[in-house]
Structure formats: C-alpha cells, structure tokens
C-alpha cells in the first residue's frame, strides 16, 4: 500500500512544486473514511473533485472539505445546504504531489443521488 504524506498545515504544502502539476489551477481530491476502508471497501471511498490552492486553504481554516466547484466557478463545500458535511480529519499528498486524499469524516451520504459513495450505485439503478 502506498504511504501518504499527511500535511498538517498549508505552509507544508509546496504550492510551487504543486502549482506546475494542477491542472488549470486544480489538484484532484480524493475524499475517502480511512477509517471504514477495510470495513466497507469502495464504499469508504467517498467522492473525488478538485480543488484550488483557495479551496485547500478553506478546508484547512474550516475543518470542512472544500472543493472547486468548476461549472460555478467559486469554492464549494459539499453539505452547506443539506448538511451532509465531510469533516476532514487528514489531508495527504502521493509522493509526486499531483494529489491529494482526504481523510473524512461524512456527516451523511457523500453523493448526490443520496448514496454513501459516488462509486456505489443506489439500490434503483443495481
């Protein structure tokens, strides 16, 4: 298994080296329940969108992850209107620094079609 670098605060996070390998401004996001992983597999696997060097530091400053939100150009923090928040107990880089995982804490399902997992399919569509 590959060993993640967790970064504990945005001063730990190189924007320089990362800024040349974000895509248009973004780094990928993984969000999984590292703590669920071996219990529940790809279900633990939350969700993955991108974010921006703003959107990483609005998760550090909240504790909530924040994603940028490309179809709306402006920072998203999945929950804010439903309440199904993804609290971030971890953040980690692979060993090249072109992204991120982060270590959530789901407050409900992470998907829109109100499922756990955006890698599940609801029980409709099986």
């Given at each position: 298994?590959?060993?993640?670098?967790?970064?504990?605060?945005?001063?730990?996070?190189?924007?320089?080296?990362?800024?040349?390998?974000?895509?248009?401004?973004?780094?990928?996001?993984?969000?999984?329940?590292?703590?669920?992983?071996?219990?529940?597999g790809l279900k633990a696997y939350r969700m993955q969108a991108y974010a921006t060097k703003?959107?990483?530091?609005?998760?550090?400053?909240t504790g909530l992850a924040t994603f940028w939100a490309r179809n709306k150009q402006d920072?998203?923090?999945?929950?804010?209107?439903?309440?199904?928040?993804?609290?971030?107990?971890?953040?980690?880089?692979?060993?090249?620094?072109?992204?991120?995982?982060?270590?959530?804490?789901?407050?409900?399902?992470?998907?829109?079609?109100?499922?756990?997992?955006?890698?599940?399919?609801?029980?409709?569509?099986?």
């Amino acid at each position: 298994m590959t060993e993640f670098r967790q970064i504990t605060d945005t001063g730990r996070l190189d924007y320089k080296i990362m800024d040349y390998r974000m895509m248009e401004g973004m780094i990928s996001v993984a969000c999984i329940d590292l703590e669920r992983l071996t219990i529940d597999g790809l279900k633990a696997y939350r969700m993955q969108a991108y974010a921006t060097k703003r959107a990483v530091e609005a998760t550090f400053q909240t504790g909530l992850a924040t994603f940028w939100a490309r179809n709306k150009q402006d920072l998203w923090t999945p929950g804010s209107v439903d309440g199904n928040t993804m609290a971030v107990r971890g953040i980690y880089t692979d060993c090249d620094r072109d992204s991120l995982v982060y270590d959530v804490d789901p407050a409900g399902p992470s998907c829109y079609k109100d499922v756990d997992s955006c890698f599940e399919r609801p029980e409709s569509e099986n």
